[in-house]
């Protein structure tokens, strides 16, 4: 393999960033940002533990739910999951953290890394409330960096067209991959029906 090692040797083969594409990135959730965070259902967390280890958590809720407090600050609800916490641990030991929002349909995306806060209580827990539901625990971004990523990746993708869809069936479900990779006794049906169930009734 050619291992790249140095930043040279990586800018010899890649080249430099656009003028304009440096330029891009800003300190602050400007209005377009705003409008885009307000419109995402879902936005993927991206954090590290001190070793550098790394984690990549999806988050969805109703669009709207991420609140906007200022044009430095943004607020996550934590809502049932694993409990395995592995980005949770993470923001406690390293505070780094990058968000990338998605709307449906649109092939740009938008980016933002800055320091991440887990908190537990704050006035604006009220707002967080989804289906009557409280949060128990929210994340705290505080915005350092954040632009807007080109269409490139979601164009070569087509991640929006369905006629380029895998049909569902020629993949494994949940049920047959936790069998198989757990060593189950139980069938994947039944596996499948309990998780079904689960992701229903435990949303929030």
Not at 13 to 36: M, P, S
Not at 77 to 100: E, M, Q
Request: proline residues 6%; hydrophobic residues 40%; charged residues 25%.
């Amino acid at each position: 393999m050619g291992i790249i090692d140095s930043h040279e040797a990586l800018r010899a083969i890649v080249g430099e960033a656009a003028e304009l594409t440096q330029k891009k990135v800003i300190d602050r959730i400007d209005e377009h940002a705003r409008t885009l965070i307000e419109h995402s259902p879902f936005v993927l967390l991206a954090t590290s533990a001190p070793d550098g280890s790394c984690d990549v958590s999806p988050r969805g809720d109703p669009a709207g739910s991420v609140l906007v407090l200022d044009e430095k600050t943004l607020v996550l609800a934590d809502r049932p999951g694993n409990k395995l916490i592995d980005s949770f641990r993470n923001i406690v030991d390293n505070p780094h953290a990058g968000l990338l929002f998605l709307v449906p349909g649109m092939n740009e995306t938008l980016r933002v890394n800055g320091r991440a806060t887990l908190v537990s209580e704050a006035p604006f827990f009220d707002s967080l409330v989804v289906k009557g539901k409280r949060p128990k625990l929210a994340v705290v971004v505080e915005v350092r960096e954040l632009y807007m990523h080109c269409a490139k990746a979601f164009l070569r993708s087509s991640l929006w067209d369905p006629s380029t869809w895998p049909d569902r069936s020629a993949l494994p479900s949940m049920g047959t991959i936790m069998r198989d990779q757990l060593s189950l006794p139980t069938s994947a049906e039944e596996l499948d029906a309990r998780l079904d169930e689960r992701a229903m009734t435990q949303q929030y």
